[in-house]
């Protein structure tokens, strides 16, 4: 049986533009050496399904002897997902983890309690010009998990699951769709999917998730009659049979979504949590900077600098 069971049913031109719930334009900020692209949480639209942070970073091409920096700083309550288009990024937690991550591949990072990490351009990636292009993603936990041990797992291009048919190519990064599920271990229902369309080809959503949404990468897409192009966000009305088209230069995509949670979220900087008081205490256990002695500790090759809670 095809992946692609059925393409009549939510084709472009059968479905109102009242099918597109959320239309998100993402804030662009400039932070040096390239640009970032935030899309949730948006002032209309906190998840869809557990995500709930969504950026993009670049595309951009970094010096001889440049890269990025990101210091050792906290999270709790969610999991990070590092997706990269281009370029390298070196991985080092306090749990010991250390790890180098290259396009394809998913570092899927559960806060949990608590953890700390950084996030940096690879020493040799810096001996020549390098490119930095990709997507951070930010999960939130189930209420039941938001208390657990942190976790790191990496999981290499290779081992995620593609289908491809009709000028259509799915790479499943995280959960489970068009009957695939990909090796990270997640706490919800979600999905999470890098697309390429050949031009004008056509692909239906997933009809089994509450919420589903496309972020255009590149290209453009068409949506009931309207086009999309790169750097909008479309969240779609739950149960609705869809079908995107791209356009004459073909697209790039991000799909996501899953089961909605219990509730919103509270976020204060880099911490997610059900409970207002929880972040309240994650912040003082952080202010206070007693590493390896409460919350927080610091990754074990990576201890010379950390990002200080802001003011």
Known sequence: MSWNPALEPGCPDLVGVDAIETLIVPRARDIGDFEVRRALPAPNRQMVGPFIFFDQAGPAELLTG???????????????????????????????????ITPGAVNWMVAGKGVTHSERTPALSRNHPNRLFG???????????????????????????????????????????????????????????????????RLPLPTDHEDRGIYVVEGSITVAGQQFDAQRM??????????????????????????????????????????????????????????????????????????????
């Open 66 to 100: 440049r890269g990025v920096d990101v210091r050792p700083h906290p999270h709790i309550g969610l999991g990070t997902v590092t997706y990269l288009f281009q370029g390298e990024f070196h991985h080092q937690d306090s749990i010991g983890t250390n790890q180098v």
């Open 135 to 201: 997507i951070q993603t930010w999960i939130a936990l189930p209420e039941q998990h938001e208390e657990i041990d942190p976790t790191f797992s990496h999981h290499a291009a290779d081992t995620l699951p593609v289908i491809s048919d009709a000028g259509v190519s799915v790479r499943l990064v995280l959960g489970r769709a068009y009957g695939e599920e990909a090796p990270a271990r997640l706490l919800s229902d979600a999905f999470y999917a890098d697309v390429t369309l050949e031009p004008h080809a």
């Open 234 to 311: 479309m969240v779609f009305r739950p149960g609705d049979a869809i079908t995107v088209a791209a356009g004459a230069q073909g697209a790039r995509l991000m799909l996501l979504g899953g089961a909605t949670l219990n509730g919103p979220r509270y976020i204060w900087w880099n911490f997610v949590s059900s409970r207002r008081d929880r972040i309240e205490e994650a912040k003082e256990d952080y202010r206070r900077g007693l590493w390896g002695q409460g919350t927080f500790d610091l990754p074990p090759d990576d201890r010379d600098e950390f990002v200080p809670l802001p003011d």
